[in-house]
Each structure stands twice: as structure tokens, then as C-alpha cells.
């Protein structure tokens, strides 16, 4: 018999939509409070037929209403991207409540991630270095513009905390006359306790269009 994470990670050739419906039945079925102690979401009675998750995401605070299953942005109630919903919900699922290990990860180090490092620095690590080159600065200014927190890594790191167990790390390092400027994006140590690999990817590569995304907005300034 498949585990719940096993199951989820079979799934990573289908299409977003279909897994995105695939979490949401696999949601309903399981117990929203013990979700929440797992997660580090709060839950939240509306009424005798409706309740909701309370959790942050990127810094900013979002909500999953049940029974519906619909991931929305607070304040507005507004309903987030197809890509944040499976997250959402990608963390809920597979959330364990494990504790937070020390140190940060490669994307080759998350489960079957090997097999994919190299596609997933294509489109994370290799596209931040195609945009900053040698502009330190410029990467500096962006990543605190998209939420980044600084931190002590290379010659500039900003984390940002996706979920309450789970953080990203991107770091750069600063080439010379022989090699490039490289950049990375790094796992919190405990992330595959909160996400599948094929999530983690999603979200590297959310987090690469919002620092590049964060980039452009400045220039247009």
C-alpha cells in the first residue's frame, strides 16, 4: 500500500489542476485539527458547518476554508493562484509536525531530488544568474523587496519563510575572471517533512519569479 507521501510524489507528471483536485479530496478526508497541530496553521470555527486554517505564507496571511478547500489571501478573501493553492496544500497533507532540523539542503538532497537537481537549478539558480550576472546590489535590493530576510551566507543570502515549517534559502556567490557568479536555492533541513519534492520545486520556482519579478518592478520605479 502507497503512503500518503509516496502517493503525492507519483503524481508529478499530471497536469496542476488535476493534483491540485487529487490534494483536495485527499484534504477531505482527514481531520482539520490535527492538520493545524501538524502544520502550525490555526484552526478556526466559523460555524457548525464551516471552519478554516489560518496559516502564513511568504510573510502574509492566508486561509483555507472547509469544506470548500479554497485557499484565499487575508484581508480581501481574495482566492490565491492555482500554483499557491497546491502548495497550500501540498503542505497541509504531508505536514507531520516534525521538528525544525539545523542547517540548510540542496534540492539533490530532498527525497529523489537528485534525478532532478539539474532541471531545477535550470529554472531557479542558472535564472537568477542570467538576470543578476555580477549585480550583487541589484540582487541585494530585490530580495529584500520580495521579503527576503538577510542572512549570513556567501557573499549575500536572503531567507523567506514559506510555510511555519518550512524556509528557502537564496544564496549567491560572487564569480571572478575564471567563473560565473553562481546563485542556489536551499531547503530548510526538515522541509521533506512538510513537502514532497515535486512541491519543493514549485516553490523554488515561485520564490525565483519574485525576486526577479521584485528586480524588474525597481527598474520600472
Known amino acids: 500500500m502507497l503512503s500518503r507521501r509516496d502517493d503525492i510524489q507519483i503524481n508529478r507528471r499530471k497536469p496542476l489542476a488535476d493534483r491540485v483536485a487529487e490534494l483536495r479530496n485527499q484534504l477531505a478526508g482527514m481531520d482539520l485539527q490535527q492538520l493545524a497541530a501538524r502544520?502550525?496553521?490555526?484552526?478556526?470555527?466559523?460555524?457548525?458547518?464551516?471552519?478554516?486554517?489560518h496559516l502564513s505564507m511568504w510573510g502574509e496571511q492566508v486561509f483555507l476554508s472547509a469544506p470548500e478547500l479554497v485557499a484565499c489571501k487575508l484581508p480581501s478573501?481574495?482566492?490565491?493562484?492555482?500554483?499557491?493553492?497546491a502548495l497550500i496544500l501540498y503542505y497541509l497533507v504531508t505536514a507531520d509536525g516534525a521538528l525544525p532540523a539545523d542547517g540548510w539542503i540542496s534540492f539533490s538532497d530532498l527525497p529523489d531530488g537528485r534525478f532532478y537537481a539539474q532541471a531545477f537549478q535550470s529554472y531557479t539558480g542558472k535564472e537568477l544568474g542570467r538576470y543578476f550576472k555580477d549585480d550583487l546590489s541589484g540582487f541585494i535590493s530585490a530580495s529584500g523587496k520580495a521579503g527576503g530576510i538577510a542572512f549570513l551566507l556567501g557573499d549575500a543570502a536572503y531567507l523567506y519563510r514559506l510555510f511555519p515549517g518550512v524556509s528557502l534559502l537564496v544564496v549567491a556567490?560572487?564569480?571572478?575572471?575564471?567563473?560565473?557568479?553562481?546563485?542556489?536555492?536551499?531547503?530548510?533541513?526538515?522541509?521533506?517533512?512538510?513537502?514532497?519534492t515535486d512541491a519543493c520545486a514549485i516553490a523554488g520556482s515561485m520564490l525565483t519569479r519574485r525576486i526577479i519579478a521584485a528586480a524588474v518592478q525597481q527598474h520600472g520605479e
Do not use: M, N
Not at 174 to 193: C, K, N, R, W
Open 39 to 53: 502544520s502550525g496553521a490555526q484552526y478556526k470555527v466559523i460555524s457548525a458547518q464551516r471552519a478554516e486554517l
Open 77 to 85: 478573501k481574495d482566492e490565491l493562484d492555482l500554483a499557491s493553492q
Open 173 to 196: 556567490w560572487l564569480g571572478d575572471e575564471d567563473f560565473p557568479s553562481t546563485y542556489q536555492v536551499l531547503f530548510s533541513g526538515s522541509a521533506s517533512h512538510y513537502l514532497p
